[in-house]
Each structure stands twice: as structure tokens, then as C-alpha cells.
């Protein structure tokens, strides 16, 4: 079972402090996740530089909008910056008018960069929330053909949908999303934004984000499947003081 966790590149201070933290959290985190947003300037390869990878694998992200399958920019990235993981998603439109924008397909950039880089790892996302269950795992076949082997979810907040996609998950490298969720605010944002149901048992306190996660992680090595730590706004110390990183429960 691995444990990855995302960082996001607001800033260097803000990521180093972050990264700092993992390394108080033991061996159990395996991998950093890193999302490349468009509104900040850090892109997410380079924080590379920042990570110790004999410790933990890598695993940047990257929009197909935001490359030319003809410009082979992403080949010079994953050169350059000697990337044996990458994360492929379609991302969001432009947040600017000054953004560039490319009609890609991610399927079309997964089948590119594996066909260029046949012994990469390219991790690919799946969301539980933005289509019906079977469309969702279809994509995620379509993907997998495509050159993906590893998916890392959105967060859930319902065990009952794990167990949903669970099903339909088995034999294929997945990690199950959680993003502690800790003010009425972020909850209306996730609903929103996201599309996210929560189940009427929810309650946007570090209490139940914690036994929630807790039975998560307990669920996923049962299953064979693996964690992705979104920690979002939240007080890392409260929250991952009291999260089972071993599993010894």
C-alpha cells in the first residue's frame, strides 16, 4: 500500500514548508504529487529540484490544454527534467485571457508521451462526481488503452461510492482521494465547483474528516488500493497527528 502526498506550489517558502512536514511523517509517504495551477508562477516540474528522490517518487502535473502535441515541448520537460512519473489530465479552460490554449485530448498526450517515453509511469486522474459511475470507468479503460497504468482520484467523502468504484477498480494501480474538509465554506466550494454529493452523515470538522480517513485507508489496504493525501487549508499537525499511517488498527 503507498501513501502519496500533493503539494501545492503557491510559493517556494510555502512549498519547502510542506515538504519539510512529509519528512516528519516517517517512510509510509512514498510519492509527492505535485498539480501545476495555472495562477501561480511555479510550474510543477520544477519543483522537482526541491524533492529528494531517493526518498520519494515524483509525480508532476501536467494539463493537455496547455500543450501542442506538434510542439514536443512536453518531450523537452520530461528530458530535461529526468521524469520517470507524470500525471496527465485534461485541465481546466484558461483562467486568462494571456493563457495559452490547446485543444488537446489527454488521451491523445498519454498515448504521445508513452509512445516517446515507453518505460515511463503515466498516472492518469479519474472524479467520481462529474459523470455517472460506468462513464466514468469507461474513461478510465479509455485511458488505461491509451498508456496509463495508475489512476489518483478526486476526493471522496462517502465509503459507499469507494465500494461503488471499487468494484469496478479491481487490478488496476488506484489511489483513493482525500482532501479533509474543515469549514462550511470549502464545503460549498466542493459542491459547487466539484459537484460534490456528500452523504448526509458529513460534518466539516476534523473529527469526522479523521474517523473518515481513518476507515478509508483501513478499506484501501483491504482492497489493494493505495492513498492521495490532498491537504487542503487545513492544520497539517491536527490532522495528520491523528491519521493511521501505518494501518496497525
Known sequence: MKFSFEIVPRNHQAFDDQYNFV???????????????????????????????????FVPHFRANDFSLESGEIFQIIEENELDHVLLISGDPPEGIK???????VLDLIRVVKQRFPDITI?????????????ECNYVHRKIDAGASSFFSQPFYDIRLIEIYAEHLQGIETFIGLSPI???????????????????????????????SNK?????????FN???MPI????????GEINLNNDN
Open 182 to 212: 474543515t469549514t462550511l465554506s470549502s464545503m460549498n466550494y466542493w459542491e459547487v465547483k466539484n459537484q460534490v454529493k456528500f452523504p448526509k452523515i458529513f460534518s466539516a470538522t476534523y473529527e469526522w474528516n479523521i474517523n473518515f
Open 123 to 135: 498516472h492518469a486522474g479519474f472524479d467520481p462526481h462529474r459523470n455517472g459511475i460506468q462513464e
Open 233 to 240: 487549508k487545513i492544520d497539517l499537525n491536527d490532522y495528520f
Open 23 to 57: 519528512s516528519t511523517l516517517g517512510k509510509s509517504i512514498s510519492m509527492i504529487n505535485v498539480p501545476d495551477i495555472q495562477r501561480f508562477d511555479i510550474r510543477s516540474w520544477e519543483t522537482g529540484k526541491k524533492i529528494n528522490r531517493n526518498h520519494h517518487q
Open 227 to 229: 492513498i492521495y493525501f
Open 99 to 105: 493563457k495559452k490554449f490547446h485543444n488537446t485530448s
Open 216 to 224: 478509508v485507508i483501513s478499506m484501501a489496504k483491504d482492497m489493494g
